[in-house]
Antibody
Framework: QVQLVQSGAEVKKPGASVKVSCKAS????????MHWVRQAPGQGLEWMGI????????SYAQKFQGRVTMTRDTSTSTVYMELSSLRSEDTAVYYC????????????????WGQGTLVTVSS | DIVMTQTPLSLSVTPGQPASISCKSS???????????LYWYLQKPGQPPQLLIY???NRFSGVPDRFSGSGSGTDFTLKISRVEAEDVGVYYC????????FGGGTKVEIK
């Protein structure tokens, strides 16, 4: 069965960076684009960007350009999301989410989600 | 960016009664390929979102038939024909015709 298992909660100081992992299993890792979505406490959902696990190409929401880097390791079927220059407003649960349709980048929806990783930014 | 506006913000429903959630987009979600890229998710307490409806009206695998989606262009509706206790949570609409944005969410609780 498809599973996306994320790394554990993190506490970071303002200005630091955080790297969250998402390990995929139960399907062909390189066949499905992966997205990152975050959710601030008590708030809605915000799309951050997409990575192609096959070639590694990425596209980021404008809001996060210059601060976010998404990478992947095909040997371990893991995608990573690194966010730098953290500020208190980055406190949120970060989710990886798999695109529903294989090999399709555009107009995504998400059928499987990781359990979420809480990142707390506090001095 | 396309803005997605959901109403109401919250809904309290008696079990067995229907519920309806509206989602309006700031631009048409109808693509030149003929598809409308509007989706509905349910986020149960303490869980990630789960896909309910794709492309306006198609139920995702395993979603009960009491859930239905309708609409076109910029106006969309999610209906639950008979609310059950397990339906509590926050419902989000999402568009992916242009990048990707979510509505603000509608919290559904049981009376």
């Amino acid at each position: 069965q498809v599973q996306l298992v994320q790394s554990g909660a993190e506490v970071k100081k303002p200005g630091a960076s955080v790297k969250v992992s998402c390990k995929a299993s139960g399907y062909t890792f390189t066949s499905y684009y992966m997205h990152w979505v975050r959710q601030a406490p008590g708030q809605g959902l915000e799309w951050m960007g997409i990575i192609n696990p096959s070639g590694g190409s990425t596209s980021y929401a404008q809001k996060f350009q210059g601060r976010v880097t998404m990478t992947r390791d095909t040997s371990t079927s893991t995608v990573y999301m690194e966010l730098s220059s953290l500020r208190s407003e980055d406190t949120a649960v970060y989710y990886c989410a798999r695109a529903t349709k294989p090999m399709v980048r555009s107009h995504p929806d998400f059928d499987y989600w990781g359990q979420g990783t809480l990142v707390t930014v506090s001095s | 960016d396309i803005v997605m506006t959901q109403t109401p913000l919250s809904l309290s429903v008696t079990p067995g009664q229907p519920a309806s959630i509206s989602c309006k987009s700031s631009q048409s979600l109808l693509h030149s390929d003929g598809k409308t890229y509007l989706y509905w998710y349910l986020q149960k307490p303490g869980q990630p979102p789960q896909l309910l409806i794709y492309e306006v009206s198609n139920r995702f695998s395993g979603v009960p038939d009491r859930f239905s989606g309708s609409g076109s262009g910029t106006d969309f509706t999610l209906k639950i024909s008979r609310v059950e206790a397990e339906d509590v949570g926050v419902y989000y609409c999402m568009q992916s015709i242009q990048l990707l944005t979510f509505g603000g969410g509608t919290k559904v609780e049981i009376k």
